[in-house]
Nanobody, 126 residues
Framework: QVQLVESGGGLVQAGDSLRLSCAAS????????MGWFRQAPGKEREFVTAISWSGGRTHYADSVKGRFTISRDNVKNTVYLQMNSLKPEDTAVYYCAAVYSTPNYYSERANEYDYWGQGTQVTVSS
């Protein structure tokens, strides 16, 4: 079992930055690929970004490419999402997720992830 707890959400203005954190506990964090997803009101959950457990591979949704950066610290058992140049359309609940994997694996498919956090709200005002 892996427990995931997100933090760092909040209310910001367009153009601001936020850094989300996802702290993991339980089994060996370093063998899990991690992903961030988000869900806006009335919309389906969508992929944001993912990182392999080695940290060597990352992938981003086109909507956040160049603005968001995912990273991980396998010593601190934490994955981060640095969000810059935030837009009102980034408003959503952000979830981190984990899947046990090989070193360079990642996925943008939510149904491939085994563990999920409770989410953290990000609201961007215009």
């Amino acid at each position: 079992q892996v427990q995931l707890v997100e933090s760092g959400g909040g209310l910001v203005q367009a153009g601001d930055s936020l850094r989300l954190s996802c702290a993991a506990s339980g089994r060996t964090f370093s063998t899990y690929a991690m992903g961030w997803f988000r869900q806006a009101p009335g919309k389906e959950r969508e992929f944001v970004t993912a990182i392999s457990w080695s940290g060597g591979r990352t992938h981003y949704a086109d909507s956040v490419k160049g603005r968001f950066t995912i990273s991980r610290d396998n010593v601190k058992n934490t994955v981060y999402l640095q969000m810059n140049s935030l837009k009102p359309e980034d408003t959503a609940v952000y979830y981190c997720a984990a899947v046990y994997s090989t070193p360079n694996y990642y996925s943008e498919r939510a149904n491939e992830y085994d563990y999920w956090g409770q989410g953290t709200q990000v609201t961007v005002s215009s």
